[in-house]
């Protein structure tokens, strides 16, 4: 069964239903297929744009459709729910677009923002390398200033649509500062020097591309610089804040999914004369599955909630990410359980569903490091 939702407007009851309609008329049906044969599905990121989907949270005057991140969330989930690989795009290419869309020169944002947001261009966040994952500030990609513009030399690695995104936002090091030594750039996915390493043969996730970047002294222009010089990591973490939110939001999305997956099989699978579902032990596993999704989603809202507000939410966007892709690994894992042997073919999405949960406890900051953060807020305001 659907999600039950609390919107706050008559028109994003119309956005999530438009998102579910998308998501189970058009994507459900080519899910299975496109992940088995590791198909990366660059229409679907078109049709998600033209809807308005890719520009959902960010200003009207730039052509996105200025929903909070309450309601951005909850149709995020839904696409999530019928297909996780386009829900982690969306995800990701909402995340791209911030840097730009917060600390950018109007003249910045009127030039590229409008067909970021509109979603001809798709973005990917180049952030993460093979030794500086966990810890950005360690960095060893480097822009060097010539001149009136920059050269930027090194590897970026797991980064999503790696090779098939039109922009990616890079962050890399421009002086020896730690904290004060990284800045923030636009990157054309076209530029010269860079290129495009084989694609990662992963576990899930397979119809999203996951790939390392080589930037072989890629020449940018002055204007490719967002915010000053030495600002990049603020920007970075503030753009994670957020991300975590989408990815929390696609954790409750697969979970559910799952869930209704595992449902619907209990409710036909008989033993001993009646569904399991009837059967206590099966049933009160079920229910310890719901709660954990309505959990998730809860916290997730919450988060997005005091976003919306203005309200600081770091730490709440910490925890949202920790309980709901812990909850998603958990009720993928459970539902496979509940299907029993069918439940370890590919008859069935929740196999799937159960590896694509893995790599939401590491992605975006793994659930060690919100810990930290989570752990970090707490001193900070004395217990």
């Not at 407007?9 to 309609?21: C, D, F, G, K, Q």
Request: proline share 5%; hydrophobic share 45%.
């Amino acid at each position: 069964m659907p999600a039950e939702r609390n919107l706050p407007t008559p028109e994003a009851e119309e956005i999530v239903a438009l998102a579910r309609s998308v998501a189970q008329e058009q994507l459900a049906p080519r899910v299975a297929a496109a992940e088995e044969d590791a198909d990366f599905p660059r229409d679907v990121f078109r049709t998600l744009g033209e809807l308005g989907f890719l520009g959902m949270p960010y200003p009207e005057e730039f052509g996105g459709a200025g929903q909070p991140y309450e309601v951005y969330l909850q149709a995020l989930e839904e696409i999530a729910a019928a297909w996780a690989s386009v829900g982690v795009g969306m995800s990701v290419h909402v995340m791209s677009c911030y840097p730009l869309a917060t600390w950018g020169t109007a003249e910045q944002r009127e030039k590229w923002l409008p067909e970021m947001i509109a979603g001809g261009l798709l973005g990917g966040y180049c952030l993460s390398e093979a030794d500086a994952g966990s810890d950005p500030a360690a960095m060893r990609t480097r822009a060097v200033r010539e001149g009136d513009a920059f050269r930027v030399t090194g590897a970026k690695a797991w980064v999503t649509h790696g090779g098939e995104a039109d922009f990616y936002t890079l962050f890399a090091r421009t002086s020896e500062d730690r904290s004060r030594g990284v800045s923030c750039f636009l990157v054309p996915g076209d530029a010269p020097g860079l290129s495009t390493q084989a694609p990662e043969r992963k576990m899930g996730l397979t119809g999203s591309t996951t790939a390392t970047l080589d930037y072989d002294s890629v020449p940018l222009a002055a204007d490719r610089l967002i915010g000053d010089e030495g600002q990049g990591l603020q920007i970075a973490l503030q753009a994670l804040d957020s991300g975590r939110l989408g990815i929390a939001a696609v954790a409750t999305g697969l979970a559910q999914g799952s869930l209704d997956a595992a449902v619907a099989y209990a409710k036909e699978r008989e033993t001993f004369g009646r569904p399991i579902i009837d059967h206590q032990g099966l049933g009160f596993l079920l229910a310890d599955m719901a709660a954990a999704v309505d959990s998730a989603r809860a916290v997730t809202l919450e988060a997005a909630r005091r976003r919306d507000r203005g309200l600081p939410f770091a730490r709440q966007a910490s925890i949202a990410k920790l309980v709901a892709t812990d909850a998603a690994m958990k009720v993928t894992t459970d539902a496979v359980q509940v299907l029993g042997g069918a439940g370890y073919t590919k008859e069935f999405p929740v196999e799937r569903h159960m590896r694509e949960a893995k790599v939401m406890q590491i992605f975006e900051g793994t659930n060690q490091i919100q810990r930290l953060v989570i752990a970090r807020h707490l001193a900070r305001q004395g217990g």
